[in-house]
């Protein structure tokens, strides 16, 4: 199974900041990397497809990048509703597996 | 829009099989363009793929469950369901079903865009 390591699992933040959030693959996946935002409760929202381009609808603040078996999801400028556990999950290769997750909080 | 709506006993007792069904409105289960998945989220934890099937009937399982899932599509109720066997308190979760994006040209599998909103399912005696 391919491993996906978030980091970090979580982070303080304020208003405004700047978020990056990272997962790294086991081995390659190409740009086979997705992520979701999951608010308590609810079910997850994708984001970024295929490590970079962004889902409709979803606010341009949310960006995705890769390099190698590292991917990057960044928020330019944290906004309230932005607060919540974020996910990376890769569908390369089967079992389709997530990182652990990273929860952003409020400073 | 497509929306997805997840159906299903939350009580299950250990040892017997948990049964759920996925409906999907406002689009068609058969379309070649996407997938359909069960997740399911233990307690407080992360995210957990169970497998996927497509229109045709193809599926694919987590091997971590493979000896007890069961994924199906009947098209004619526009549905797809899931059955997992001998279940334990470790199966105890919410289980979302949800659609993926699939490029059949490339064999790429695409996010996962529609979600159901998630059913709580405990086993319990």
């Known amino acids: 199974d391919i491993q996906m390591t978030q980091s970090p699992s979580s982070l303080s933040a304020s208003v405004g900041d700047r978020v990056t959030i990272t997962c790294r693959a086991s081995?390659?996946?190409?740009?086979?990397l997705n992520w979701y935002q999951q608010k308590p409760g609810k079910a997850p929202k994708l984001l970024i497809y295929a490590a970079s381009s962004l889902q409709s609808g979803v606010p341009s603040r949310f960006s995705g990048s890769a390099s190698g078996t590292d991917f990057t999801l960044t928020i330019s400028s944290l906004q309230p509703e932005d607060f919540a556990t974020y996910y990376c999950q890769q569908t390369y290769s089967t079992p389709w597996t997530f990182g652990q997750g990273t929860k952003v909080e409020i400073k | 829009q497509v929306q997805l709506q997840e159906s299903g006993p939350g009580l299950v007792k250990p040892s017997q099989t948990l049964s759920l069904t996925c409906t999907v409105s406002g689009g068609s289960i058969s379309s070649g363009a996407y997938y359909w998945s069960w997740i399911r989220q233990h307690p407080g934890k992360g995210l957990e793929w169970i497998g996927y099937i497509y229109y045709s009937g193809s599926t694919y399982y987590n091997p971590s469950l493979k000896s007890r899932v069961t994924i199906s599509v009947d098209t004619s109720k526009n549905q797809f369901s899931l059955k997992l066997s001998s279940v334990t308190a470790a199966d105890t979760a919410v289980y979302y079903c949800a659609r993926g994006g699939y490029d059949s040209y490339y064999y790429y599998f695409y996010g996962m865009d529609v979600w159901g909103q998630g059913t709580t399912v405990t086993v319990s005696s």
């Open positions: 081995q390659s996946i190409s740009s086979s």
